[in-house]
């Protein structure tokens, strides 16, 4: 049915901005991450280019734009990090560079509180259990 409520809103991911607003967040969020020394060495050995494109597209996916991300899914995709001592601590480092980097880029408060919310969704899966 046109007209309705649901159609008229727009995704989390135009509402913060779109294609250009997710390059710009993933550049700075890997900037803070890999500067945090929490958890800068669990990208000591990663193909961050490779990375930071597989970081859009899953956060184009999770807050409702057009996807083409075709990673492993988190469980998998984390595993090798747990087994090298990824916790709660290193994910919450992860999620508070998250909301920093969208606060600093003037996603409102809101919005940023929708994305840490996804994000602490797939925190069983990322850390395995």
């Given at each position: 049915m046109k007209g309705n409520v649901a159609e008229n809103q727009s995704s989390l991911y135009e509402q913060i901005g779109g294609e250009p607003a997710m390059s710009a967040a993933v550049e700075l969020f890997y900037r803070k991450v890999l500067s945090?020394?929490?958890?800068?060495?669990?990208?000591?050995?990663?193909?961050?280019?490779?990375?930071?494109?597989?970081?859009?597209?899953?956060?184009?996916?999770?807050?409702?734009?057009?996807?083409?991300?075709?990673?492993?899914?988190?469980?998998?995709?984390?595993?090798?990090?747990?087994?090298?001592?990824?916790?709660?601590?290193?994910?919450?480092?992860?999620?508070?560079?998250?909301g920093a980097t969208l606060t600093e880029l003037g996603v409102p408060t809101p919005l940023v509180e929708q994305v840490l919310k996804i994000a602490e969704s797939a925190r069983a899966d990322v850390l395995n259990r």
């Open positions: 945090d020394e929490r958890i800068s060495r669990f990208f000591e050995d990663v193909d961050m280019e490779r990375q930071a494109a597989k970081q859009k597209a899953f956060l184009t996916m999770v807050c409702g734009g057009p996807s083409a991300y075709s990673g492993k899914d988190m469980r998998k995709g984390h595993a090798h990090l747990v087994k090298q001592g990824l916790n709660d601590t290193h994910f919450n480092a992860v999620a508070e560079h998250l």
